[in-house]
């Protein structure tokens, strides 16, 4: 017998370094669609971790984008920034079980490493002032079934070593952050951009560490600038005009490989998206990790 799932409940959340744009339309529609397509409910969560990298008025601009383009989502606007005291309570709890441990290893110190941590502070004991703090990691792979780009597994340990959770300048890391807010809002399903798929094992083993249930992850393909980075990586991309609501839908709907009728090109947003969500098909999602901008217009 198959065990009941709960209702569903997905996110969007965007970080407010820059505006959204193209490709952060197309993983919002995808999560949108996917919540809706169901019944689900569609929550928002504003990643605004990391005060500097935070552009002056972004937050103001996501919202107003997303409300312009039909895209509305179910309750209040979760902030990172006021999550603070629930982030600091896990962390004191990994650090006095031993689950974690202060790490005073400079980038310079790390730079012939290849992004994988060699443990150099696991043993060392050091105070948690002007430290970073990493998480232990397991000698172990973990591995989930995505369900656009299938089965990936990564080795903790061998490919990522021991994670930062709290970074030196005392800012929570995102790995921390996105498992304890996801279990606070009752996530069950995570729809999100490509990139994240390697950050999926490091949230399975936090979400185990702390007894907390494993949501469903799809990750859809990243929409990439023609020299290969994603959009907004390199240049601030402008805000999504409100004018080409109908075009931009229609053309992240191709992107995510649904195939809109001819009819419905010129179509008003409310109507793109009432389409959508009847039609909603993830498994015609293209299993690619990457979508190049230019082969989408």
Known sequence: MQPIRPPYIGRFAPTPSGYLHFGSLVAALASYLDARHVGGRWLLRMEDLDPPREMPGAQDTILRSLESYGLHW????????????????????????????????????????????????????????????????????????????????????????????????????????????????????????????????????????????HPRYLHVPLIIQPDGHKLGKRYRSPPLPPEQASPLLARALRALGQALPQELEGALPAELLEWGVEHWNASAIPRSRTLAEAQLR
């Open 74 to 213: 179910d309750g209040e606007v979760l902030k990172q920034s006021q999550r603070h005291a629930a982030y600091a309570g896990v962390l004191e709890r990994l650090l006095q079980q031993g689950l974690a441990y202060a790490c005073t290893c400079s980038r310079k110190q790390l730079e012939g490493c290849a992004g994988i941590y060699p443990g150099t502070c696991r043993d060392a004991n050091h105070a948690t002032a002007d430290a970073a703090i990493r998480l232990r990691v397991p000698n172990l792979e973990y591995c989930f079934e995505d369900r656009v780009q299938g089965r990936f597994c990564q080795h903790l340990q061998r490919e990522l070593g021991d994670f930062v959770i709290r970074r030196r300048d005392g800012l929570y890391a995102y790995q921390l952050a996105v498992v304890l807010d996801d279990a606070a809002q009752g996530i069950t399903d995570v729809v999100r951009g490509a990139d994240l798929l390697d950050n999926t094992p490091r949230q399975l083993y936090l979400q185990e560490l702390l007894g907390l249930s």
